[in-house]
């Protein structure tokens, strides 16, 4: 089965760092995405790993350990625009992902 | 570039009717999925098809539940007799080629059934 953890609830402050963590249990795996999803919006594409360490993009990063099974999401900067719902997704030997159930992050003056 | 539409945006259905919901995908793109989304829990894989065919639907319950990619027009995911159960966002995200290797999905904005 596959099993996928995440925080349900983050709360930051406005120009801050905030670190989001997945840690995944799964049988096969082939890579892990993350996806941002604003209220009543569609989840858009953030990030992929596939392979261990940290991926910079921007004000993001992603990190992917294998070995443990983990995974964390970094803003940097912190705006009011990026409270959102953060998707840990993990892609395991077959067409479909399988979401967590999502990080609300509340971004505060 | 229009990315995936959704239609419609809210469907409001009493319990034994129909819901149809409708989902293009992004221009261009031959794979669609469609996800379901209950409150407070995570996308839900249902099913996976390309033009004309079902390629993966074990996500999907085995009553009620259809969908068809036909050669022209939209994907439409089908909920006969649709019970308060079914009430949740329906999900449809298209990519260009199969899943697989950093093939990342885009996603529509969802339709929200809500079924009294």
């Given amino acids: ?109 | 570039n229009a990315g995936v539409m959704q239609n419609p945006r809210h469907l409001v259905r009493r319990r034994g009717q129909e819901a149809r919901l409708r989902c293009s995908p992004v221009k261009g793109h031959s794979h669609v999925y469609w996800y379901r989304q209950l409150p407070e829990e995570g996308l839900k894989f249902m099913v996976y098809l390309q033009k004309e065919n079902i390629i993966d639907e074990s996500g999907m319950p085995k009553e009620r539940f259809s969908a068809e990619f036909p050669k022209e027009g939209p994907s439409i995911l089908r909920i006969q007799q649709v019970v308060r159960g079914d009430s949740a966002a329906y999900f449809c995200a298209s990519s260009r080629n199969g899943q697989g290797g950093n093939e990342k999905l885009f996603f529509g904005s969802g339709t929200q059934l809500s079924v009294l």
Wanted: with cysteine; net charge negative; glycine share 10%.
């Fill in chain 1, 1 to 109: 089965g596959q099993n996928i953890d995440q925080p349900t609830e983050m709360t930051a402050t406005e120009g801050a760092i905030v670190q989001i963590n997945c840690t995944y249990q799964t049988s096969g795996f082939n890579g892990l995405f993350w996806y941002q999803q604003h209220a009543g919006e569609a989840p858009t594409f953030l990030s992929y790993n596939v392979l261990d360490g940290l991926e910079e993009k921007g004000r993001f990063s992603s990190f992917l350990s294998r070995s443990k099974g983990y995974s964390y999401l970094l803003l940097k900067e912190l705006q009011m625009k990026d409270s959102a719902s953060y998707l840990c997704a993990v892609e395991a030997g077959s067409y479909q992902l399988t979401f967590g159930k999502g990080t609300k992050l509340s971004v505060i003056p």
